[in-house]
């Protein structure tokens, strides 16, 4: 299965999915990394030996044309997979109709609860105690598409926003990693994702 990875951060998550690939076992391989902006994340590119491109979103007039070149970047590596990862801007319409189903995303939160970009903030705000990962098929929405996987993981006392998102992005690397095992497996089938 060969994926395309698309990064606003320091990838972390995108980290874990080159170190699973890294075993000839794992059926999939990320096959071009991507950046909306002059993301840290892209030095994983150099590190894994893997192509990166940039598409920043400030050199466009406006997002539809922001995506319509990101989508021919991504397109160019005619990838079975996008997966979304820190990618923190919504795809135009557009490039998620141009890719959909195979096109996946995962949030910091335990959907549908907290969705949209500070998830993570917003469940530490609203004094919960527990809150999770979810992986998601994206379409059109913020964070409300069809559930791949999700858990849930704590809040401690004591968490910060950071301390949190670390404990988040551990779960979210492993839900991540076994979701493109089982989309690559067939076990998953991004049409009609059974809701774990
Ligand atoms: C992840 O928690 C992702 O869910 C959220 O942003 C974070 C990206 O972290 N959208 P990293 O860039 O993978 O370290």
């Known amino acids: 299965l060969s994926l395309v990875v698309l990064i606003s951060g320091g990838g972390s998550n995108l980290r874990a999915l080159l170190e699973a690939s890294e075993d000839a076992e794992f059926p999939a391989r990320v096959v071009a990394i991507g950046a909306d902006r002059d993301a840290d994340g892209l030095a994983l590119g150099e590190e894994f030996n893997v192509p990166t491109f940039t598409v920043p979103y400030s050199s466009h007039a406006d997002r539809e044309s922001w995506g319509d070149e990101l989508l021919a970047q991504i397109q160019q590596w005619q990838p079975d997979l996008v997966v979304l990862s820190g990618l923190m801007r919504l795809l135009p319409p557009r490039v998620v109709a141009a890719l959909s189903p195979n096109l996946i995303n995962t949030h910091p939160a335990y959907l549908p609860e907290f969705p949209g ?38 809040v401690l006392p004591g968490d910060t926003e950071s301390t949190l998102h670390e404990r988040i992005k551990t779960l979210e690397r492993r839900l991540l990693v076994q979701a493109v095992l089982d989309i690559a497996n067939g076990h998953v089938n991004l049409k009609e994702p059974s809701h774990t």
């Open 117 to 154: 970009a500070h998830g993570v903030r917003d469940a530490l705000a609203a004094g919960v105690s527990q809150t999770g990962a979810s992986l998601i098929v994206v379409d059109n929405g913020v964070d409300d598409g069809p559930i791949i996987a999700q858990e849930r993981v704590p």
